[in-house]
């Protein structure tokens, strides 16, 4: 492999590989009561399928609110939480399994290795940091699991208009854009995670050659 290249030949996960999604979604439960219906819908279609969501471990917010649907509809959930946010109180106790730990790089690198691909619902900054983090690794070819984005009511509009702009000057190759997925339904969304093809090997960096 080239210098400025990245091996991204590892294949995604096909449908019966897709035993956990991750999740990223905000502690709180935002101004639009159809942000915390979604990710409850979007949980329940999890448990449903049988699949495993992964997610930060609270109790509040939209978190809170996908992990009891999941849970309410027979599924398995995994937290993982760092022990600062244990302290405070905010560490769901009902879950299948919760993962301590110390730091906040340990939890992203906890829920990453639990999961076969991710999901952004409405969130915040800490949600943003996350799903971002995932999105870099798959596009440097550290993993090969697929970003997804629930753009609830237009929430992200912005935000995918912003992955525009920057493949437009020149921050992310045209092939990187495609790697994030965005869909206004959960039904959708799990589909594309699921039949997401692997990315395409591409140079990330400019190292003078042609």
Known sequence: MKDGETNSETKLATPHELRSVCIYCGSAPGGDPAYRAAAQDFATLLARQGIRLVFGGGRVGLMGAAADAALRAGGEVIGVIPKVLVERELAHEGLTQL?????????????????????????GYGSLDEFSEALTWLQL????????????????????GWFDDAAREGFVQPAFRGLVLAEKDPEALLERLRTAPAPKQVRWLNDGSR
């Not at 690198?109 to 619902?121: G, I, Q, R, V, Y």
């Not at 699991?145 to 992200?156: E, Q, R, S």
């Open 99 to 123: 993962h301590v730990v110390d730091s906040m790089f340990q939890r992203k690198e906890m829920m990453a290795e639990l999961s076969d691909a991710f999901a952004l619902l409405p969130g």
């Open 141 to 160: 070819g550290f993993i090969a699991k697929p970003c997804g984005i629930l753009n609830v009511n237009g929430y992200y509009d912005r935000l995918l």
